[in-house]
Nanobody, 131 residues
């Protein structure tokens, strides 16, 4: 089972940038699609972005498209989320989680995955945006 630790969160001004990292332990990291999710107080957890195990297929929620970029380094067992042009609606606890891929999913399929398909949730990292 893959386990994660997220890092890189913090306080940033509106319009600023942060780079989140999601470091995985254990083996078989490159057989998993990895997703970034966020949960703001009083709201449900939502998918932000997802990347396939190989092939670089990516999904972005409409709310972050064009501002956030997901990437992964399988050799380092790490997934990154570069967040630019942060907005007041972006603050949340950001989590990463994994889904085993039998075959790499398309970008469309990544976007249709329910949260229940993901496992090994990390403890999260807080992102705060000041206006």
């Amino acid at each position: 089972q893959v386990q994660f630790v997220e890092s890189g969160g913090g306080l940033v001004q509106s319009g600023g940038s942060l780079r989140l990292s999601c470091a995985a332990s254990l083996e078989a990291f490159d057989y998993y699609a990895i997703g970034w999710f966020r949960q703001a107080p009083g709201k449900e957890r939502e998918a932000v972005s997802c990347i396939s195990s190989v092939g670089g297929r990516t999904y972005y929620a409409d709310s972050v498209k064009g501002r956030f970029t997901i990437s992964r380094d399988n050799a380092k067992k790490t997934v990154y989320l570069q967040m630019n042009s942060l907005k007041p609606e972006d603050p949340a606890v950001y989590y990463c989680a994994a889904k085993w891929e039998v075959v790499p999913l398309t970008a469309q399929a990544l976007g249709l995955l329910p949260l229940s398909d993901f496992a090994s949730w990390g403890p999260g990292t807080q992102v705060t945006v000041s206006s």
